[in-house]
């Protein structure tokens, strides 16, 4: 059981699971896409998410306190000059995980992991894509007048009600 296991382990030691989380993190911060599997992904999704949101306060203190997870010049380098800005308006939810087929190998559950504002595909299908209102399905056997008139003419007489004595 799991009662009060606040992280997933991986299956692996504590220094290989920092060591691992920090290399996921900076090629994330690198490439703003990887593929992984669906535990790796979540892990990594609770690592990275405080580093991103200390990447908006541009000071030396933030930036020595997210170089000490991530260890990698560069990958600092590449996140508080160009996804800080990106990021800025975002209060939070920066990364997003798209799940994959299963792994041939080991039929592992595989997922892309990529930074949200750096999807080309979405943003632009977001802009460009008019919002369609939800019709219900249960007004389909009724016909209004209107619907009756377009479909064919309908054709009234005059005619005089009988009455009966």
């Avoid at 997933?8 to 290989?16: D, E």
């Avoid at 949101?53 to 380098?77: C, G, I, M, P, Y």
């Avoid at 999807?119 to 369609?132: F, G, I, Q, R, V």
């Amino acid at each position: 059981m799991r009662h009060g296991r606040k992280i997933n382990h991986l299956g692996r030691t504590a220094p290989h699971r920092k060591a691992m989380l920090s290399n996921m993190a900076s090629s994330l911060i690198i490439h703003k896409r990887i593929t992984t599997t669906v535990a790796k992904a979540k892990a990594l999704r609770k690592y990275i998410e405080p580093l991103l949101t200390k990447s908006k306060a541009d000071n030396t203190h933030s930036r020595r306190l997210v170089f000490s997870q991530l260890q990698s010049k560069e990958s600092v380098k590449i996140l508080f000059d160009e996804i800080a800005q990106k990021i800025a308006s975002r209060p939070g939810g920066y990364t997003r995980i798209i799940k994959l087929q299963n792994r041939l190998g080991d039929n592992a559950e595989m997922c892309m992991m990529e930074l949200v504002d750096y999807n080309m595909l979405m943003l632009t299908e977001k802009s460009t894509a008019t919002k369609k209102t939800r019709r219900s399905r249960r007004g389909k056997g009724k016909t209004s007048a209107v619907e009756t008139a377009s479909d064919s003419p309908v054709i009234i007489e005059d005619k005089e009600p009988e009455v009966q004595a």
